[in-house]
């Protein structure tokens, strides 16, 4: 398992990725289809104009959220490939599913039948089950944030206002595992948060309130989704457009499905179990799997994604040249030393590795073939040394590691000098602005 701790800053240039076309777009957020050599990933810009304190915190927890989940690999979350920000924006890249979301694939259909909605609701409390049981609530379930990977299974994504519970935030009489899972399921009397955030349309009565809550929001939302997989409309405030009418029909109008399709009764009654305002006659989650409506759901199957998928997802062809007009403002990059929020930069370790280490096998099948620019910014990766080396020797020969594992010939040193004749020279041919620190600046992200 790779590391997860935040590594080494590098500076990127956003210039330096290929920002295909525009996927979705947030509160001052954009969400760009973007290709790096021959890999795509999803790109959040997230703008830092007119940010408050609470909202930069937010993004900081996001992207630690990220990072816990791509540790443990869970393929019901979106990996992180790299974070960083500048003066202009923060960047959050992830791996990019090209199945859509649930949002427009309910635009399409209207509603779901009810064996397809049975499956997507199991994969979903499967991917809250397991988030909870790293003390997060996601906060914002709903079907656009609800993802389609290319075989038709469900990825729960968008953490912008979830909230992630540390050791700190436990009873002084509770005992916490060492690993990422805590032995039991959490508590939620031992969790609780008051924030108000979200989606209106999505949010529970306790939150509308200001009352204290807990991982049950997310059951709730999950309600929302089933219903609105079910019938093709809203539980509460259906024709609503502002948020006092949505809060009103929430905390007062009385679950109906008189103008929706018709469905079974495990259907309603797990719907009216999972929509019940009073949060304590909630059906516990401990007991959503063992509901009539989910009978014959093999969750075995459901944990390890080999259920079959009841749609397999439209892939459109990917754009092999941009085709946004939308302009991204680049900011300046931020020495280290004056970087306000240096642990947002991450990057991971495993693909500049296995992507290093397959240049370095192409270069020795083939001796005379000449060494790549681009595989060039690998090994310097591979290879860094730290500040203190740089400081202490800034002249200093090529590392002894980099000789030997590359077989460098006296030749491809001398080649490799006259690249980078010295720590001042950049990646991306031009002096770099932290020249006096020797540092190097990495034109494209792996």
């Known amino acids: 398992m790779a590391d997860m701790k935040p590594q080494r800053p590098l500076t990127m240039c956003l210039s330096e990725l290929s920002l295909l076309k525009l996927v979705s777009t947030g509160k001052g957020s954009k969400v760009f289809l973007a290709k790096d050599h021959d890999r795509h990933l999803a790109l959040k810009v997230i703008s830092k104009k ?134 039991r399921p959490p508590n939620p009397s031992e969790y609780t948060a008051t924030q108000q955030c979200g989606t209106p349309l999505f949010m529970s009565p306790e939150q509308l309130r200001g009352d204290a809550y807990s991982f049950e929001v997310d059951y709730w939302a999950a309600g929302v989704t089933l219903y609105r997989m079910l019938t093709g409309v809203m539980p509460f405030g259906n024709n609503a457009r502002h948020k006092p009418d949505i809060s009103k029909s929430i905390l007062e109008d009385e679950l109906s499905f008189d103008q929706s399709p018709e469905i079974s009764i495990s259907a309603k009654h797990l719907l009216r179990s999972m929509l019940a305002k009073n949060p304590s006659e909630r059906i516990p989650y401990t007991e959503i799997k063992s509901h009539p409506f989910f009978l014959g759901i093999d969750w075995h199957a459901v944990e390890t994604r080999s259920i079959p998928s009841p749609w397999m997802p439209y892939l459109p062809p990917i754009p092999v040249n941009s085709r946004t007009t939308i302009t991204v403002e680049y900011g300046a990059p931020y020495p280290p030393w004056a970087d306000p929020y240096p642990k947002f930069t991450w990057f991971s370790n495993s693909p500049v590795d296995s992507w290093a280490r397959q240049e370095l096998q192409d270069k020795k099948k083939n001796d005379k073939k000449p060494r790549s620019y681009c595989g060039l910014q690998f090994l310097l990766r591979l290879f860094w040394r730290s500040d203190s080396e740089r400081e202490a020797s800034p002249e200093a020969p090529l590392p002894s590691k980099m000789v030997h594992e590359l077989q460098l010939s006296s030749q491809e040193q001398a080649s490799f000098s006259t690249i980078f004749p010295s720590p001042d020279q950049t990646l991306c041919g031009s002096p770099s602005p932290l020249s006096s620190k020797h540092h190097y600046k990495v034109g494209s992200m792996v």
């Open 50 to 183: 007119q940010r408050s304190y609470t909202s930069i915190n937010s993004i900081l927890a996001e992207q630690n959220v990220l990072l816990q989940l791509t540790q443990q690999n869970d393929p019901f979350f979106p990996s992180i490939i790299a974070s960083w920000h500048d003066s202009a924006n923060f960047y959050l890249a992830t791996r990019y599913f090209p199945g859509g979301d649930m949002a427009v694939e309910l635009m399409r259909c209207r509603f779901f039948d009810e064996d397809r909605a049975r499956i997507y609701m199991a994969q979903l409390i499967v991917a809250l089950e397991r988030l909870h049981s790293r003390r997060i609530i996601h906060r914002d379930v709903k079907p656009s944030n609800i993802l389609f990977d290319s075989t038709g299974h469900l990825i729960l994504a968008d953490f912008g206002v979830s909230r992630s519970f540390d050791s700190h935030c436990l009873k002084r009489t509770e005992t916490v595992d060492s690993g990422c899972f805590i032995q």
